[in-house]
Structures are given as C-alpha cells and as structure tokens.
Antibody, heavy 121, light 106 residues
C-alpha cells in the first residue's frame, strides 16, 4: 500500500531554514507528483507547492516564492521541502501528499503523517 | 489567487441527517473542485475530486455537485464517523482551499 513517512518535528529560530523529508513506498515514485500543504495551529489548510517527480517541474504558491525549494530523490523515493528565512507565522504542521496525476497539479489522495515545524526564538 | 468561500463555517447535525456544505469560488474553476475530510490530529482525506468523482473507498453517502463557481458536498445520512472538518479546494489554477466547515454533533 502507498505510504508516506515524514521526518520528525523541528524547532527553529527565526531566520533559519528547515528541510522536511517525505519517504514514500508502495508505488512507482514517478507515477505521482507531490503536493506540500501546511496547517497552522487551529487553522485551515494552505497549499505550499507541488513537484512533479516525473519531470522535476515545480509550482509554488506565490507567498512562498523565493523561500521554498521542493526536490525529489528518485534513488530513495524521497521528496523534500526546504523553507528558508523562517518566521514565527511559519509555525505549522507540514504535510506531503501524492497527487492524482504525475505532471499537473491535482488533488492529493495519499498523505504523510505531518511534520510540526515550530519557529520560536 | 482564486478565493474559495465555504459555508457554513460550522454546522450542528444529528446522526441520520442530510447535510450540505457549499463552496463558492471567486471566479470560474470549471469542474476542478475537490473535497477533503479532516479529523483532529490527522491528515486530510480526499473524498471527492473534479466536482463529483468519489475517491476509491469513500462511502456512497458522500456526493458532490456544481460547476463554474458554486459547488456542494452532500452527506445523505450522517454517520457517527462523519463528524469532522471539511475543506473544499480548487485546482483550476494555483490551488487554494476554503476556510473549512466544522461538522459537530447536535
């Protein structure tokens, strides 16, 4: 079965960077893209961006442009999201999730367990 | 960005009730609306995509409809496990989510 296992929680200081990993298994890695979605404590869902494992194309939400980089490692079937210049309002649970299609942004049908990133001085 | 306005923000209902949640897009999103269910401390679960396609394994009491800018999620007969928060999402352009609807037991 499809599984996405994310790295553990992180505590970072303002201005630092964080890199969250998402280890996948149970499917052909290039068959799906990966969405990253975050959820601040007690708040709703916010789409961060997407990467196509098939061709490496990325699409980032405008508010994260210049601060986020999404990558994949096909040798380990792992996706990564790096967020730089962290601020306190980046404190959130970050989810990775597979998309329904490999080369366009689509809804997410399989989700990781989430990684809590806390930004605090 | 396309704004997705969900209503109501919260809803109280009883087991067996028929419930409808609506989502309005700030501009047309064609058929590219999807719906998720989220329970506390858990990742969202995809219920419906492209307006009305039921994700594999989702009970048939869930259904979706709409087009253009107005979309609905209907639960035909609420079950105890359906009490959760529901989100709509558009993927017509850069994806955005609605603000959520918290469905509580009356």
């Amino acid at each position: 079965q499809v599984q996405l296992v994310q790295s553990g929680g992180e505590v970072k200081k303002p201005g630092a960077s964080v890199k969250v990993s998402c280890k996948t298994s149970g499917y052909i890695f290039s068959n799906y893209g990966i969405n990253w979605v975050r959820q601040a404590p007690g708040q709703g869902l916010e789409w961060v961006g997407w990467i196509s494992v098939f061709n490496g194309f990325t699409n980032y939400a405008q508010k994260f442009q210049g601060r986020v980089t999404m990558t994949t490692d096909t040798s380990t079937t792992t996706a990564y999201m790096e967020l730089r210049s962290l601020r306190s309002d980046d404190t959130a649970v970050y989810y990775c999730a597979t998309t329904l299609l490999p080369t366009v942004v689509t809804p997410s049908n399989n989700w990781g367990q989430g990684t809590l990133v806390t930004v605090s001085s | 960005d396309i704004q997705m306005t969900q209503s109501p923000p919260s809803l109280s209902a009883s087991v067996g009730d028929r419930v409808t949640i609506t989502c309005r897009a700030s501009q047309t999103i064609s058929k590219y609306a999807s719906w998720y269910q989220q329970k506390p401390g858990k990742a969202p679960k995809l219920l419906i995509y492209t307006t009305s396609t039921l994700q594999s394994g989702v009970p048939s009491r869930f259904s979706g409809s709409g087009s253009g800018t107005d979309f609905t999620l209907t639960i035909s007969s609420l079950q105890p496990e359906d009490f959760a928060t529901y989100y709509c999402q558009q993927t017509y352009t850069t994806p955005t989510f609605g603000g959520g609807t918290r469905l509580e037991i009356k």
